[in-house]
């Protein structure tokens, strides 16, 4: 559990500030942190989710994965290690799964505070990924129901604004 714990933040905290071409491999992290922490039909539901949600908005993102990240992309990862060391000192009672699960969902949304359009959709695509892992550590199925219909949100919001932001970027140049 820790191990997948850790490794989801490392690839997070690697994640901040760049586009979605590593959601695919965080998806799987994802899963596999969240599968650890719990069993049954509750862990195949998130992980087959987590994996086919993450692929699929990898394929739909990858058209407008020209950003490079710049020196501001140092900011989201001090931010999220700053909060990571604020919960960890004052969740410890809550214990290592839920304090680690919040921190998943704490580094997205760091990631969605900084950067272009494209960037900020990906932290947000973190952050729903963590509640997801979030159901499967409290076993919670409208948990999960709720972090599903989320993702949903989501997505909506990203095939109808991320196609408009994009042309106003090339009307720019």
Do not use: K
Not at 46 to 64: D, K, M, P
Not at 129 to 146: E, R, Y
């Amino acid at each position: 559990m820790i191990v997948g714990f850790g490794v989801l933040l490392l690839l997070a905290l690697a994640g901040l500030g760049r586009d979605g071409r590593g959601l695919p491999l965080y998806g799987l992290v994802c899963a596999f942190a969240g599968a650890t922490v719990c069993g049954g039909l509750l862990a195949l539901l998130t992980s087959i989710a987590l994996i086919g949600l993450n692929i699929g908005a990898w394929i739909w993102l990858r058209r407008f994965a020209g950003h490079v990240p710049d020196r501001g992309a140092v900011l989201p990862v001090v931010g999220a290690l700053l909060l990571l060391l604020a919960l960890g000192l004052s969740g410890a009672s809550l214990g290592l799964a839920p304090v680690l699960g919040a921190g998943a969902v704490l580094v997205g949304l760091c990631g969605a505070a900084f950067g272009p359009a494209l960037v900020q959709f990906t932290g947000l695509l973190m952050a729903a990924d963590g509640l997801i892992v979030m159901a499967c550590v409290l076993q919670s199925w409208p948990f999960f129901a709720a972090a599903v219909a989320l993702w949903g949100v989501l997505g909506a919001l990203g095939m109808t604004l991320l196609p408009r932001l994009a042309w106003r970027r090339v009307e720019e140049n």
